[in-house]
């Protein structure tokens, strides 16, 4: 059959609609993605071209990957890699695939690191290190650390700073604080595993391929928030902000753990769903 960029975006678009139960336009979008990535096009270049046929080893190329999706694979994987913040990041099955809510997580550090020169950052569960070299890109200036359990995730998180030409993270194998001794910080971040461990999502799209260890955090889904807050105080300066994403429906809890802890200007922030997705506080 020959194929043409528009005959591939609605079939296909629709074909994954159906098998993965996506809406339609977020299945043309990953259509498109697909396509972009065979054919090393812009989006651009696909809606100015619709009549343009792919040859014979693009159509076997995409058919490949189409398949892969078909079967549920998340498209980051497929194509290995996912843009966040403005910038393009490496991700395997090791890590978690960057979510644009967590850039909500980006914005609130940011603007807490303009009041003062050299400011520390800690980064636990790094992951691709979407978070810390998103910060540490738009501020130079910082010191940062980031920590994961994953020996793996970390080697992604290292080749990710490295094409992104920032080279003054420290990265560090840690169970959360073990490894830091009593080192301090301005400011901690963290996107934790904060998922319920018998929660039927974790069965369900993408999640089924992405590191359980990403993703599930005990019976409440609260275990690693709970660790991370109860020490946060030992490894903060005075001043220092703690800031924590969480799931759908966290928010009153954190922040009771996080004035349990001591913070002070204890606050949850909307993505832009208008769903509390961080809440911290200020260690006085
Ligand atoms: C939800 S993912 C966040 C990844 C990345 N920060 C992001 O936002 O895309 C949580 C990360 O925490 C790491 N992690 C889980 N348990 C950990 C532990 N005990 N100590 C350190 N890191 C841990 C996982 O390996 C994973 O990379």
Redesign the pocket.
């Given at each position: 059959m020959t194929c043409t960029i528009q005959n591939v975006l609605t079939q296909d678009a629709a074909r994954l609609t159906e098998a993965l139960t996506l809406d339609f336009s977020g299945a043309r979008i990953e259509v498109q993605s697909l396509l972009q990535h065979v054919l090393n096009v812009s989006r651009a270049y696909l809606l100015a071209h619709p009549e343009r046929y792919l040859n014979d080893s693009e159509q076997t190329r995409y058919s490949e990957l189409l398949q892969r999706r078909l079967r549920g694979e998340p498209v980051a994987y497929i194509l290995g890699e996912r843009e966040f913040f403005g910038l393009m990041f490496k991700v395997t099955p090791a890590?978690?695939i960057?979510?644009p809510e967590?850039e909500l997580l980006v914005e609130l550090a940011l603007q807490r690191i303009t009041w003062q020169q050299s400011c520390r950052v800690l980064?636990?569960?790094?992951?691709?290190g979407?978070?810390v070299l998103s910060i540490a890109h738009a501020q130079p200036d910082v010191e940062v650390v980031a920590?994961?359990?994953?020996i793996e995730?970390l080697a992604v998180a290292r080749e990710n700073a490295e094409n992104l030409g920032i080279n003054k993270v420290v990265f560090m194998q840690?169970?959360?604080y073990t490894a830091l001794d009593t080192r301090h910080f301005d400011l901690i971040v963290s996107?934790?595993?904060y998922v319920a461990i018998d929660d039927p999502h974790l069965q369900q799209g993408d999640l089924r391929f992405e590191?359980p260890?990403?993703?599930a955090s005990g019976s409440d889904g609260l275990k690693?928030i709970r660790n991370i807050v109860d020490k946060a105080p030992a490894h903060l300066e005075s001043g220092g902000w703690l800031l924590l994403e969480h799931g759908y429906g966290q928010a009153a809890q954190v922040r009771e753990l996080v004035q349990q802890a001591g913070f002070k200007s204890v606050f949850s922030a909307c993505d832009l769903a208008g769903i509390e997705r961080v809440s911290g506080g200020r260690k006085l």
């Open positions: 890590t978690l960057p979510r967590t980064d636990l569960g790094t992951g691709s979407a978070i920590v994961d359990a994953s995730a840690s169970d959360w996107n934790p595993p590191p260890s990403a993703l690693d």
